[in-house]
């Protein structure tokens, strides 16, 4: 049974460009949420999609964005890119839309930005 | 906004001997309180949760304690060993329903 997948695993961008990384949930799982994790730091929460809907968004500006297609996966779309998004982008699923409750994660997409 | 506040940062023990890290957060409206492991270079796995009408839970050589009154949590681990060496995070999800991670603490157990 697989777990969280995220792709691409690695990726460089240069600053200003816009990137889009992907993540399809454990089977069954309707919910999938993106995190940024800088290094030395905690995971912090970007947004939440349950049902195709946005349930949850973090601090963060509108040049991040999100969607949950009909099969539950989901993209996370960053525009002007600044040199400080570089990070571990992850994503979890769960299987209800509520977020107190266990979140899968992927390995995540190291995304790094010159 | 919510915050949460974990120490240690970093945590050094010899084989066997037990480690405690604690984390103090901001929302009385919490209910879920999780502790994930993260290995260099591998993604987060949640090894215990409590939830706020459970003051104690145990599973095998982890436990986590709950005190909401004093707003904070503890993750237990007894009889350290080699493979427990990682970084470990402590997240909240408060009124505002957006999952709030520590800053970890990185756990060496030394053989």
């Known amino acids: 049974d697989a777990g969280v997948t995220q792709s691409p695993t690695h990726l460089i961008k240069t600053r200003g460009q816009h990137v889009t990384l992907r993540c399809s949930p454990i089977?069954?799982?309707?919910?999938v949420s993106w995190y940024q994790q800088v290094l030395g730091q905690g995971p912090q929460f970007i947004f939440q999609?349950?049902?195709?809907?946005?349930?949850g968004r973090g601090n963060f500006p509108d040049r991040f964005s999100a969607r949950q297609f009909p099969n539950y996966s989901s993209e996370l779309n960053v525009n002007a890119l600044l040199l400080g998004d570089s990070a571990l982008y992850l994503c979890?699923?769960?299987?209800?839309?509520?977020?107190?409750?266990?979140?899968?994660f992927g390995q995540g997409t190291r995304l790094t930005v010159v | 906004g919510e915050n949460v506040e974990q120490h240690p940062s970093t945590l050094s023990v010899q084989e066997g001997d037990s480690a405690v890290i604690k984390c103090t957060y901001s929302?009385?409206?919490?209910?879920?309180f999780p502790w994930y492991k993260q290995e260099l270079g591998k993604r987060p796995q949640l090894i215990i949760d409590?939830?706020?009408?459970?003051g104690e839970k145990k599973d095998q050589r982890i436990a986590v304690t709950l005190n909401k009154t004093a707003k904070h949590f503890s993750l237990h681990i007894t009889e350290t060993q080699p493979e427990d060496s990682a970084v470990y995070f402590c997240?909240?999800?408060?009124?505002?329903?957006?999952?709030?991670f520590g800053r970890g603490t990185s756990l060496i157990v030394h053989p």
């Open positions: 979890a699923s769960s299987l209800t839309g509520t977020l107190n409750t266990e979140a899968f």
């Open positions: 089977s069954g799982h309707k919910s």
């Open positions: 999609y349950y049902e195709k809907e946005e349930r």
């Open positions: 929302d009385s409206a919490s209910n879920y």
């Open positions: 409590i939830r706020s009408n459970v």
């Open positions: 997240a909240f999800t408060g009124g505002s329903y957006i999952p709030t």
